[in-house]
């Protein structure tokens, strides 16, 4: 069995547990953030449509930037402002609405979740963290933790990046921190500290400190309301103090939570040091072969030809120009052969690869993707039958095109 962590990385004393709180609190009361879905949760008085506000927030929020998301988030509420508006929406409805925040599956998932709720569970949200991990498709231990306790008051803590970072360098956490050891204790450390009066209030503390001002790399230690608990900047000010082990040297190389005895204290970073991660994965290089077909509209507006994608996997369901996956090394004249037989393939016509025209390129970077389109295009002269036999396609113009669940990415294509 792993050695358990010494004292000094965990939260032992009552008395530091609850000074920690009751400042950690009275600042985020003072200096919280004004947005829409923390005004939403504190003034809706029904506790399910207060669970679906928090949901909707925090799953948008998922690899996404609070700014960005801001303005999805009001239309969506708009739009569906109950969980049974959701559930009667249809998923193209959803995409559209999606488009252009990324990760186009959250959306997917939360409607999926909201039908479960309404047919399965009577319209009523599972009330604690346990029950709706368990019953919500794409609900997460993290989302589970911040509906109950936001919502439901229930006295569970939460972690996400925001927490990792500022957890990590209260106790001088210096192991990998997406490891699953490190994430274990650090649920622990999360449930240990949450208030049990005002537990909602506290995990938003937490998390706001995280983004506001404990950043990644230029954390504003001054402003910190909870800097005297901070063992990294203690660290950072005062050095290793002699009559005190210092956190690092603790369990002489066997404690869980040290950093690797290959990676010790960079006096340079200070609390930067924390937390430590795993070297990042370099995403996967691949090539598309992306063709924007026009022809003139009845009214002599341009139109473009958009298909659906597969109802899995990477942009499932979302419109994109007709496209064929390259090979890596492919030369050029190659690439339109390709798109040409692709072309003819799905449409039924002749195309002719001296009829296609290379625009350029466009790179999109997805989390684990580093995407190239290579664009052609072809106007056409007369009018093109779409056989309904094969994949959905339509003709949009461009207005349509953009009101469309199309992703960020065929909007670079597009212009």
Not at 23 to 49: G, M, N, V
Not at 190 to 208: H, I, K, T
Request: proline fraction near 8%; aromatic fraction near 8%.
């Amino acid at each position: 069995a792993p050695a358990p962590p010494p004292a000094r990385h965990l939260f032992s004393d009552p008395a530091e547990v609850e000074a920690l709180r009751r400042d950690l609190l009275a600042w985020y009361d003072k200096c919280k953030r004004d947005l829409p879905w923390r005004t939403l949760a504190a003034t809706e008085p029904d506790a399910d449509r207060r669970a679906y506000a928090v949901w909707v927030s925090e799953i948008m929020l998922q690899q996404t930037q609070v700014s960005t998301v801001i303005d999805y988030y009001n239309r969506w509420m708009q739009k569906w402002p109950t969980l049974q508006a959701l559930a009667q929406a249809s998923l193209e409805e959803v995409n559209e609405l999606w488009a252009g925040l990324g990760y186009y599956s959250r959306g997917k998932r939360l409607q999926e979740a909201a039908r479960k709720v309404v047919a399965e569970l009577a319209g009523r949200m599972p009330g604690t963290a346990e029950d709706l991990q368990k019953l919500l498709p794409g609900v997460g231990r993290y989302t589970a933790g911040a509906i109950a306790s936001i919502s439901y008051g229930q006295a569970t803590g939460v972690v996400d990046g925001n927490v990792i970072r500022v957890l990590c360098r209260l106790r001088c956490i210096g192991a990998d921190s997406s490891s699953p050891a490190v994430i274990d204790r650090l649920w622990d450390m999360a449930n240990a500290l949450v208030d049990r009066s005002r537990p909602g209030d506290f995990n938003q503390a937490l998390m706001e400190l995280g983004a506001t001002v404990c950043a990644p790399r230029a954390p504003l230690c001054g402003e910190c309301p909870v800097k005297q608990h901070c063992q990294a900047r203690r660290r950072k000010l005062f050095g290793k103090p002699t009559p005190v082990p210092d956190v690092e040297d603790c369990g002489v190389g066997d404690c869980p939570l040290c950093p690797p005895a290959a990676e010790p204290w960079d006096s340079s970073l200070g609390v930067t040091n924390f937390p430590r991660k795993a070297a990042k994965k370099q995403p996967r290089v691949a090539r598309t072969a992306t063709c924007v077909l026009e022809r003139r509209g009845c009214h002599g507006t341009p139109e473009y030809l958009i298909v659906q994608r597969p109802s899995s996997g990477l942009l499932a369901g979302l419109w994109e120009f007709p496209s064929l996956p390259l090979a890596q090394g492919l030369q050029e004249e190659k690439q339109r052969e390709l798109l040409a037989d692709h072309l003819q393939a799905w449409t039924g016509w002749p195309v002719a690869a001296e009829g296609l025209r290379l625009v350029g390129e466009v790179v999109h970077i997805f989390s684990h993707i580093h995407q190239t389109y290579v664009v052609y295009s072809l106007p056409l002269d007369g009018d093109m039958t779409l056989d309904p036999a094969l994949s959905p396609a339509r003709w949009v113009t461009e207005e349509e095109f953009r009101a469309s669940a199309v992703s960020t990415a065929m909007k670079k294509v597009l212009e």
